[in-house]
């Protein structure tokens, strides 16, 4: 029912910065946690990031703590991923879900996933 729409991936040389944008038409958008996935050739699909509803929590996994940072604009239903110091690792497809109002880092909690969009980071 409520459809979300990634853009801002591409190709991107190794040290450099790309930001996703994730945008929806649904009124309920202020309402839900978003997070961001990301998914490799062979392997399955894993938490990047997330933020409440409001903006006040964010989890960020692991290998991207102090080089990615997730926020949301409520006004424009959209939720951001700004990605810098790209390595070669972040190569994946990125996905962004809309959940309920707390912060969940379980792709299960999440009711709605987009399309996906593409990151190639070389080397």
């Known amino acids: 029912q409520v459809q979300l729409v990634e853009s801002g991936g591409g190709l991107v040389q190794a040290g450099g910065s790309l930001k996703l944008s994730c945008s929806t038409d649904a009124r309920t958008f202020n309402g839900y946690s978003m997070g961001w996935f990301r998914q490799a050739p062979g392997k399955e699909r894993d938490i990047v990031a997330a933020?409440?509803?409001?903006?006040?929590?964010?989890y960020y996994v692991d290998a991207v703590k102090g080089r990615f940072t997730i926020s949301r604009d409520n006004a424009k239903r959209t939720v951001y991923l700004e990605m810098n110091s790209l390595k070669s690792e972040d190569t994946a497809i990125y996905y962004c879900?809309?959940?309920?109002?707390?912060?969940?880092?379980?792709?299960?909690?999440?009711?709605?996933w987009g399309q996906g969009t593409r990151v190639t980071v070389s080397s």
């Open positions: 879900a809309a959940g309920p109002p707390h912060l969940t880092m379980e792709a299960l909690g999440y009711h709605y």
């Open positions: 933020i409440t509803w409001n903006g006040g929590e964010t």
